[in-house]
Each structure stands twice: as C-alpha cells, then as structure tokens.
C-alpha cells in the first residue's frame, strides 16, 4: 500500500507580512473539481494537512477579500512530506489600485467533461454582445442570422447559468444580439453532457455565466463606449457582501447599428434557360435597455436562500431594398422592393431558489424560473415592378406578435459518500406557452391596404417536458467512471388559425411521447499528468416554434420560407473520446467524436409557379458524423498566451425524396459525403507599459448542405487595452477584413442559385471602464467557508 504524504505551509499577507489566520487551504486532484482534504490556518497562519495519496494536485489557497493562489504539487509514492513555506496573498482592494500589470488571467481551462472560457479579459469583444463573445469561442460560429453552432452543427443548446432562461432557435439570435458582452464572465462548452444535464440539442450545450462577485465590502464599475457605425452603450453595476448577504445590480443601456447586403443569381432550367437575379441592401439599429438585480441570503450556515432576474426592454428599425432582373416569361423585367419594420422587444427573467446542505458532502437544491421574451413587429413592403406592358405599384403589410413564456422547476439531490463514489438525482419540468398572431395587408399603396384574409395566422404552441434522472460516479485507483439514466415525458401541441377560427374549430396537431436517455463516462489517469475519458450518450433536438409554425415569411416576394406542423424530433447516438496532457506552460486536449443522427430536420427549397423559391423544413433522412478536435495552449515567454483549435470533421447524408403538394416536381437530395474543417487562434500579448493586445483569427472551409454547399469564410477580430490604476481604456476592431459574410450554393430540380448575404461589416470600437470599490477582508464564518470549499464539487444546476 503507498504511503501517503503530508502538505504543509504558512499564509501571509502580501503587504503587511502578517499571518493571515481562517484562510481556506484545499486539495484537489489534477482535472477534479472534488476537493480530496482541505483545512483553515490557525493564528500564525500555518496549516498542516495530512493522508494525501501519491498522485498530482493543485493546491488552492483562498480567502475572502484577497485574491486566489494555486500551485501545482506532486506527491510522490513513500512516506513524503511537502512544505510550500510562505506563501503571500494579495488584498483585492490594493489590486485595484495597482499601476502595473504582471501577468494575465488564463482564457481557458480544459476539463474532461468540458472546456471553459474565461471571457471577462476578452478584449476583441469588449463593448459588444454575446455574439461578439461566442464568436470568439473555439469550435462556436455565429452566422450573420445569429444561429449559433458548434463543431460545425447547428443542433446545439444555449443556456444563460444553467437555464434555457427562455432562449429558443426562434429567439436566442436577437436576445443575444442585445445581451452586453461586459456581464458575462465566461463560457462552458459541454460537447457530450450526461445524462443530469438536459439531453436538448444533437451538438452539446453552450453555457452563457453571467458575472456573480462574491466578495466582502462594495464594489463595481461603470462603462461607456462608441463605434465607428453610430452605436453606443452604458452601463453601471455594484456589488455588496458581507457574511450574511451578496447582493448584485446592473444596468445597461445599448444602440447598436448596422448595416447589411447581398446578391442572389437563379437560373432556372424548364423548356428555356431563364433567370432571376436580385442585389439587396439595408441598415438597421436596435436599442435596449439591459437590467440585472439579485440577492443570496444566507439564512444559517447550511441554509441559502436566493431570487434574482434580468430584463431587456427595447426595440428598432430595419430598412432595406431589394433590386430585381428577370427574362422569365409573365415576369417583370425589373423590380425594386422596399421595406421598414419597426419592432419592440420585452424580455424577462425571474429565478427563486434554495438550497440546503445536509453536510460538506450532501445537499438539495430547488429553483423555479419563469422567463418572458415577447417581440411585435410592423413591416410595410413597397414594390415597383415594371412589366413590358407598363409599371405596376403594390403594397402589403404585416403585423407580427411573438409572445412566449415558460415556467421552470428544478429539484436536485447530490450525495457524496466519500471522495470516490457520489449520487446525483433530481426531477425538471418545463412548460412553454406561445401564442402569436400574424395579420397581412395589402393594396396598391398604404392608404387603400385592405386585411389579407387567407394570410392571417395565428400560431398556438404549447410544450410540456418532465424530466427525472439519476447519476451514480465513482473512481477505483486511477479508473473513475459514471453511469447515468434520463427519462423525459414531452407533450407538444400546435395550432394554426385562420382568420376568425377559434380553438374549438381547428383540430392540434398533438405528439405526446417517452423518451430515454443513458450516459456512460469512464475515464483512467495516466502517468505523468495524462487523462483518458470515453463516453457515450443519448440526445434529442425537438423541432422549435418557428419551424413548426406555417406563417409564410413574405419578406422577398420571390422567396418565401414557412414552418411544418408535423415535424418530428432528431434522435442521436453521440460517442466521445478524450485525452489531456498537461505540462508546465502548456496543454494538449485531443477528441474524437461520432454520431449518428436520425430523422434529420432539414431546410428544402423549391419553385413553385416557375417564379417563387419556396423554403420549409422536413424530417428527411439519417445522417452519420465523425471528427477530430485539437486544442493546444501555450503561454510563451511569459508575455504570449495562445490557444490554437482544430477541428476536422466528416459527414454523410442519405438520399432523400420530397414531393410538396404546391409543386410540379419533387426535391430530391443526393447523398453527400464531406469532408471539412475548420480552425482558430486566439492570442493575447503583454507588451510594457500595462499594454494588453488580443488577436482572434478563425476560418472555416466548404461545407456540403441538403441541396448544395456553404462556401469557406474567414475573419479577424482584435482589440488593445492600457489600464491606469482604476481605469481602463479599450479598443476593439471586428471583421477587421469585412469578409463575415455567408456564401452559398443551392440546387434542386430545375434550379440553381449562387447567393451571397452580410451583416455587419467592419466595426472599431472604443471603451473607457472605471472601476471602483472598498473591498475588505472579513472574518470568515469558518464551518460555512469550509461547507464551500470542501463541498460536492461542481454544482451548477445545468
């Protein structure tokens, strides 16, 4: 049996040289997040902690109101005893005035399960949104519509701490577009989640943690910043804790402009070779108002009691024109169509939770949520169509109302029986309401515009998931492995009305079904710091409201999208394999991943009436997917710190055969095989004179599509700070290259199209932040310090 050995040492105060006494001093392994000893200094400071096996560690020393220090320890096999001597932490509150920077925080931790990003330093981004930060997320893309995806799929789930806090495919682009990038603070991807967390999105989950300071004394920042498109923002938050209390508030003001444009050339192929070419341009602003409050009290050591929520309240304008050209025969020779849509948005969080620890190891933890993110929307259309036989004018407008909400409820029960075997369980409801209604009016001008009838739609969709699951995690020498099950009960609903119909007059389109979802984790620690995971879980992407609702988009008179009622689920198998080597100033992350997916939700286009390209979404057929993710960090010369991602991926796609009713001809789908890539670098630079540079370059090659394929992309974001004492000044350039456009190809019976669409452009942004704060150092409640430190583990209610 090997010897275990002893870590001991003493903690001073940076400045004063005194010993610092209540100070919490923890042992973890190497990739852990379980604590395996920790202990409290005494009045001199000195801690001793004994019985640590052979094995790699990382000492963490943390005291509240000083900053955290870790270093990294070896216990070797034999009776060893380790002495770390004097170890001095730094006062928060004199790190706030300090004048010269030496060193930054690391942008990124590499677990087995997940990788984090610290993005509170993420200069590229500084003044942006929470797209501005996703994008700058290895193997994350956010197209210029706002969908995210991840390792090149789009199937993939975004959280706000731990919640779908609302988020939806029919949302999530725009509340992210208006969420400020400064209170976030940082992002987890979790690429093969288990079976606690929901099994929602074929890809994974991105996480979106907001900031929560939980520190002594009063604290916070303001901020402010311009760009070069018109837009600016503002924004004030404190902070305030104590031994009882952390409390938190912010607010945010926000106008962001844009600009946007793009071409599209159709040829179709019937009796004669036609074509339909269009150019189109616009810009636009939003504007919101972004606010943020929330309170834990601790009520006794073992009992926590926490409300909290956010709110965004806004709106904006759109304008754009779209110019065409046509040989088509009844078609116009040219054609201009304009169009302005004014929109609000009113969006809302509320969180209530408790929490209570039966010991360091044990606890319950309850939270119910319910969130609002509602958007209503005019649009008017002008079109001036010049045929051979003279001009004619039209007019149409649509009023469109969004209204969703959802209640949440989450109960979840953790218990460790010692550092090698843990119990988790818990029960999650969610229920989603939506019910928006779309009006159509049309005329000649806006004047003689009379209400479209057969165009009304008023979209009903009503979603209930339970959801119970059980996790059992233990490790037995270097071999640790986790076996978990979910069960999850859906009830959906959907409803299309016409104009004047009740609910009582339209028959749901009703799919009630039970689903089940394993998870197997096994991994083995390897000698020096090297770890080995392979796992296997079940998922599910459910179809979401705006491909189920049949409203038809008429944005583009010639090219109208609609949602499918009877859209089913996609079910997948994922499997995964990791490997992590850790070294001084260095770290290698290697996966590599298959899937398969079936019943595959899919866009289709086809022409119907010779003229119009209609677009919808069908489950069409199976899909095979595999892949390699390569993540190598580097911090060089103490100055440079760079994280470079690979990730090579193949895909295949079966034949499929589609004949809409509204069509002369079928859709058909080829089988694809494609083999594709993607990369990017992130590097951050000190340079002399607290100069902080940060650069993130990124590309993505071909990549095949249902009909056809999405040409390669690229881009550069990159940004520079100086700090002066409490103040920070920012300046941050995006698309610096103006090449973030989407690029594609489709084809199909009787078509082809070369299209070309952007938003954005080239951006530079400058921002001034003033923080400011008296945070002090307070005597601990030791029995609660230790709970904390010592506890579960990793407990973020996902």
Known sequence: MAIAGVISGRVIDAKTKEPLEYVTVVVRKKNVENAVAGTLTDKSGTFIINNIPPDNYIVTVSFVGYSTWEQDVVVETGAQKINLKQIAIDEESEMLKEVEITGMKSQMKIDIDKKVFNVDQNIASTGGNASDVLNNIPSVEVDNEGSVSLRGNSAVTVWINGKASGLSSDNRGQILEQLPAENIEKIEVITNPSAKYSPEGTAGIINIILKENRRAGYFGNIQAGVDTRGGYNGSFNINYGNRKIDAEASVGYRRRAFVNGGYSNRQNYGLDTTFLNQTSEGDGYRQNLFTRLG????LTTSDHLNINGFGMFGGGNTSSSINYQSNMPLSYLTSRRLSNTEGNMLGANVEIGYKHDFSKTSNIDFTASYNKWGMDNTTDYTQTSH?????????????????????????????????????????KASLRRENSPVETFAGQNKNNAQAVHELYNRFIYNQDIHALYSTYSGRIGK?????GLRAEYTDRLTRSLGHNMTEAEVDADKNSYLDFFPSVFLSYALPKDNEMQVNYTRRISRPWGGQLNSFKNITDSTNISFGNPLLTPEYSNAFELNYIKSMNNHILSLSAY????????????YIDQDIIMKSTHRNIAHTESAGTELIVKNKLFSKLDLTTTLNLFYYKLDDFRYQPEDANVPVVGRGQEDFSWNAKIIANFMIP????????????????????????NYSIDAGIRKSFNKLSVSISARDILASRKRRSVTSGIGFYQDAENWRGGRQVALTITYGFGNMRAKKPDVKKRQQEQQGSGYEDDL
């Open 295 to 298: 309170l834990t009290y601790h």
């Open 594 to 605: 298959y899937r398969t997916t079936d019943d595959v939700i899919q866009r289709i286009s």
């Open 387 to 427: 045929f051979a036989s003279g001009v004619v004018n039209t007019y149409q407008m649509q009023k469109q109302k969004i209204d969703p909400h959802n209640w949440d409820m989450q109960l979840d029960y953790v218990n460790a029986f010692n550092e090698n075997s843990k119990i988790e369980a818990g029960y």
């Open 479 to 483: 071999f640790g492995y986790q076996g």
């Open 689 to 712: 004179k607290v100069f902080t540079l940060q650069v993130t370059g990124d590309y993505s090659a071909r990549q095949y599509t249902t009909q056809g394929y999405r040409k390669p």
